[in-house]
């Protein structure tokens, strides 16, 4: 079939109506063999332009697995980023905390060393008021055995009311000596657990107990209470504060029998009122000892 032939029956067809399918046109352009069959006739380019665009498609798959595995392992660098930066912030705060409390207990070492030089002294005078009531009580005994037996009821009442005072004097300072010491003992175990704290503070978090501590300064042993108990900074900061209520009741005990000794007979039961109010301060502190509570019973009983 001739082209010229070809394009008349497309005219005609086109004048009729009718239109040929893609598939027919395309076969109408090619010749035909004797057989009937179109035999095909691949160019060397069309070849190589399929065999570059499959390496390309591979190319580019290989690619885009590659960006999805560099994306991946992006993400990944960015989380532990981002958990390293929050490690090291924990970091930086828990240092932070620590040096505020190594400052914080070194302030208070210095206020315990202080108050255990006061505590000293206390103790000293302590032990020299005790002396003078009991010589100024055994000179009243003496002057009352040396006294004629025609004295005067009154003065004898006068010398027993004396007598029970200076008494019950001696009793609450040998009280307030014991309660001085304990106080004493514990401010020492308290000076020593807060170095050792220190001391091992740059390391990991670690508890002390009281019963570790060795001391030798003390005379009696501390309460059960204050046995076996953990050591950190909150627990030495309440054992500072309660240490500190202490020795200013002892000192307001002392400062009252500084002041009742230079009573008249009227005001001393006053201030002996006043003084057991200060005492029972005392109590929750040194209330295991027997002794403390025998000596403010007397001493009540006998004002």
């Known amino acids: 079939m001739t082209l010229p032939v070809f394009a008349q029956l497309l005219k005609a067809l086109d004048l009729t109506g ?61 989380r532990v980023h981002h958990q390293k930066e929050e490690e090291l912030s924990k970091v930086k705060q828990e240092v932070q905390l620590g040096a505020e409390d190594s400052r914080a207990l070194r302030t208070r070492i210095h206020l315990a ?20 009531l009991e010589a100024e009580i ?8 040396e006294q004629p037996p025609s004295t005067n009821q009154e003065e004898t009442d006068e010398m027993k009311k004396k007598v029970s005072v200076l008494e019950c004097q001696l009793r609450k300072s040998e009280a307030s000596k014991k309660s001085f010491e304990l106080s004493t003992g514990r401010l020492l175990r308290f000076v020593e657990n807060v170095q ?47 240490l500190t209520r202490t020795v200013r009741a002892i000192l307001e005990v002392d400062l009252l029998t500084f002041f009742t000794s230079r009573l008249s007979e009227e005001e001393v039961g006053g201030a002996l009122s006043r003084q057991q109010e200060v005492i029972n301060q005392l109590l929750p502190v ?11 019973d007397s001493c009540l009983n006998s004002a």
């Open 18 to 78: 009718l239109q040929l399918t893609d598939v027919q046109t395309l076969g109408s352009g090619l010749r035909a063999e004797a057989t009937g069959t179109w035999p095909p006739q691949p160019s060397l380019s069309d070849l190589e332009d399929l065999e570059e665009m499959e390496r390309l498609r591979k190319e580019h798959i290989e690619a885009l697995r590659d960006i999805k595995r560099l994306q991946e392992q992006l993400m990944e660098s960015q």
């Open 113 to 132: 060393e202080a108050a255990q030089k006061q505590a000293r002294g206390m103790e000293m005078d302590y032990e020299e008021v005790i002396h003078l």
């Open 138 to 145: 055994a000179e009243l005994r003496t002057q009352r055995v």
């Open 196 to 242: 050792d704290f220190l001391l091992e503070s740059p390391g990991p978090a670690k508890s002390y107990s009281s019963g570790d501590v060795k001391v030798g300064a003390s005379p009696q042993g501390p309460p059960p209470r204050y046995r076996k108990s953990p050591w950190t900074a909150a627990a030495l900061a309440q054992e500072a504060a309660e």
């Open 286 to 296: 040194n209330s295991s000892s027997p002794q403390f509570l025998l000596a403010m």
